[in-house]
């Protein structure tokens, strides 16, 4: 049986978009030949709905789209569909929806079968919307015997994962049925995989596992695309029974894939996975592409102070949005040195982008005459700094409020990991770009930016990274040196471990960790207040790191 594997980009609650592009992609597999195009997880609402499942009308609106896709499987030329969507429960008492994927040919549905395995951990939230199957069935079509699963429902193989999440291997229960006698002859996964560093060699190597573990070719239809915060790298494939991959698809674009169960050869050059800062250079930027064009929006707005972070949250945006939707606004005040007003004027000219002057020292001087007379008698300090933030926020989303462009915040990792932020200052804005992004990764995207030609400045890569709030700042007057605190900050925030266990490792004193972990603690009000964050790496933070305000720190060691 000839397949066609597509990764499409859908919109959450686009029913009538989703489907179209469906069918769309099944007319092109009809003309390759293929009798079966297969779609990824949730491909008709698309995913993650969140609590859209909670509405009667978005589990008809699905309903309905199912049924077009079905009817249209009845057209000549058309081949069968295996796609992912969300059906109403059958149990009651029980959870309102079911994640599903639907065989449909010859112009009706033929065949359901429900998701297993609910992940409840990191960014996934499934137990609380859907009920899961308590059963799974084989489905014959066109000679060969389908084991369908539904992405998590193939990532609990014991050969595979030293530690498990599920006792329950849905996989290893279908691959053990037979259907009149035959066994499955191929694993089918529809997926919903958001990236993260490392994520595809991950999912090739896990499904080559269980290929070569069951003896049959398997494939993995992934979908592609920014939904929030996460996004998704598509890079679907297939293996044959050896787990060697025989189709690949792109990384971060539709694309569709080809193979013959029976010949299983490939029918295109085989792709690479992708990784490093090329990975995530695609990554940022099909989120940024997506966020701004699926909220409706054109533009982008950047507040550019000559610094590192900022100019690659530009050079991210015009790469995702094209230059002319791109607004650079550089606002100095009396702190900024020239040079960084002339980096910033370099960067949009290599950019191509508008750059609009704000010179915000009167603002700022104005405010500081309305509070003199509660501030008279003080020092210079923090409040007198963030004013100045708060000032460049407060004009950001004035811009952003007369030109309905989107504004983009720059603050990377490390920063909001230690709170070296200002709420309601360089915070403000509708997508932190690079807050999944350690400050010494920043550097290595800013590389990959001048892959080329050099689109970020040198001065600006090679300068000392600093806010300038005050005379002379730098920013290792207030913390490490980002090569000392992003390994730090890594063990802590992504691996969880103890201040003890992070200066053995990392061979620093104690004390000196734990500093850098009461600045992430008491932080954490701050990035609960932050915008959405895209995800790049295995721990971000937003949904997948969730801890509570009003608590006692939790790296102090127990008697």
């Known amino acids: 049986m000839k397949l066609a594997v597509f990764q499409l980009n859908p919109v959450i609650g686009d029913f009538q978009g989703n489907t179209s592009a469906i069918l769309a992609a099944a007319g092109k597999a009809g003309v390759h030949g293929a009798e079966l195009a297969i779609f990824p997880e949730m491909a008709i609402p698309g995913y993650p709905p969140q609590d859209l499942i909670e509405d009667n009308n978005f589990l008809k609106g699905a309903g309905a789209a199912l049924q077009r896709v079905a009817q249209a499987t009845a057209e000549p030329g058309m081949p069968a569909i295996l796609c ?34 609910l992940p409840f951990y990191d960014v996934f939230d499934e137990q609380r919307y859907f009920e899961p199957a308590t059963t799974q069935s ?157 909220c409706g929006f054109r533009d982008a ?3 550019l102070s000559g610094g590192i972070d900022s100019a690659v949250v530009a050079a991210i945006a015009v790469e995702a949005l094209g230059s002319e939707h791109v607004r650079g606004v550089g606002m100095p005040s009396e702190y900024s040195s020239t040079g960084s007003i002339d980096d910033a004027r370099d960067l949009a000219e290599r950019l191509g982008i508008r750059f609009d002057l704000l010179t915000i020292h009167s603002s700022v001087g104005a405010q500081m005459q309305t509070l003199e007379p509660l501030f008279a008698g003080t020092e210079f300090g923090l409040a007198e700094e963030n004013l100045q933030s708060r000032t460049r926020g407060a004009l950001l989303m004035a811009i952003s409020n007369k030109f309905g462009a989107l504004v983009l915040t720059t603050g990377n990792k490390s920063e909001m990991a230690t709170g070296y932020c200002t709420l309601y200052g360089d915070m403000v804005g509708a997508l932190a770009v690079i807050g999944d992004v350690w400050k010494t990764r920043v550097y290595d995207l800013a590389r990959y930016a001048n892959r080329e030609r050099e689109v970020i400045p040198q001065n600006t890569i ?92 939790r790296h102090q060691s127990v008697a």
């Open 84 to 117: 992912g969507t969300v059906l109403p429960s059958d149990k009651h008492p029980g959870k309102r929806a079911r994640n599903v994927a639907a065989l449909c040919f010859d112009g009706a549905v033929q065949f359901v079968q429900t998701k297993m395995l």
């Open 138 to 294: 084989l489905v014959a079509f066109k000679g060969e015997v389908l084991a369908v699963t539904i992405c998590e429902d193939a990532w609990n193989d014991k050969g595979y994962w030293p530690d498990r999440n599920y006792s329950n291997d849905p996989v290893e229960r279908l691959m053990a049925q037979r259907l009149d006698g035959r066994a499955p002859t191929l694993l089918v996964n529809l997926s919903a995989s958001p990236y993260w560093e490392g994520k595809q060699a991950v999912r090739r190597g896990m499904v080559g596992a269980l290929a070569r573990r069951y003896g049959v070719p398997a494939l993995m239809a992934a979908q592609v695309g920014g939904n929030d915060s996460l996004v998704f790298d598509g890079a679907s494939f297939a293996v044959d029974a050896q787990g060697e991959a025989i189709a690949t698809a792109a990384s971060f674009r539709e694309d569709f894939i080809l193979f013959d169960t029976e010949a299983l050869e490939p029918y295109q050059a085989m792709l690479p996975t992708q990784d490093g800062a090329e990975a995530a250079w695609n990554a940022l930027v099909l989120g940024v592409r997506d966020y701004v064009r699926k």
């Open 301 to 303: 707005l950047v507040g």
């Open 462 to 553: 090679l300068k000392p990274p600093s806010a300038e709030l005050r005379p002379g700042q730098m920013d290792t007057d207030s913390l490490p040196s980002y090569e000392v605190l992003d390994p730090v900050l890594q063990a802590y925030v992504e691996r969880y471990q103890s201040a003890e266990q992070i200066a053995e490792e990392l061979a620093l004193p104690v004390d000196r960790v734990e500093q850098v972990l009461k600045l992430v603690e008491r932080s954490e009000y701050k990035r609960q207040q932050a915008a959405p964050v895209l995800k790049v790496t295995a721990k971000s933070f937003g949904t997948g790191r969730r801890f509570p305000l009003a608590a006692r720190l």
